[in-house]
């Protein structure tokens, strides 16, 4: 089973960016999976926020990141990015990355790395 490790969380202010990092190891990510990101505020339900298919040809974001996140992923490196620019206070949260194979859901998931944008 494929394990992910995020990195890139911190602090910073409001209208800062951050890069993200997905990292797997165990197993690389093959052309019919796909990786997410995710993000669970303190009191809130976890929410989806972009996902991409590793072929690299389908990308996905909800609509309260659109124009603001990316994702993006390095073959070589077997990585998934999530660059976040112009970032919000409502942007605060724990973010988690997954994977799983198309259609089949999430089946392995990160520790999570928080992300804290002040106002």
């Known amino acids: 089973q494929v394990q992910l490790v995020e990195s890139g969380g911190g602090l910073v202010q409001a209208g800062g960016s951050l890069r993200l990092s997905c990292a797997a190891s165990?197993?690389?990510?093959?052309?019919?999976?796909?990786v997410g990101w995710f993000r669970q505020a303190p009191g809130k339900e976890r929410e989806f926020v972009a996902s991409?298919?590793?072929?690299?040809?389908?990308?996905s974001y909800a609509d309260f990141v659109k124009g603001r996140f990316t994702i993006s992923r390095d073959n070589a490196k077997n990585t998934v990015y999530l660059q976040m620019n112009s970032l919000k206070p409502e942007d605060t949260a724990v973010y988690y990355c997954?994977?799983?194979?198309?259609?089949?859901?999430?089946?392995?998931w990160g520790q999570g790395t928080q992300v804290t944008v002040s106002s």
């Open positions: 165990g197993r690389t990510f093959s052309t019919n999976t796909m």
């Open positions: 997954a994977t799983g194979p198309v259609g089949s859901g999430w089946s392995s």
């Open positions: 991409i298919k590793w072929s690299g040809i389908s990308t």
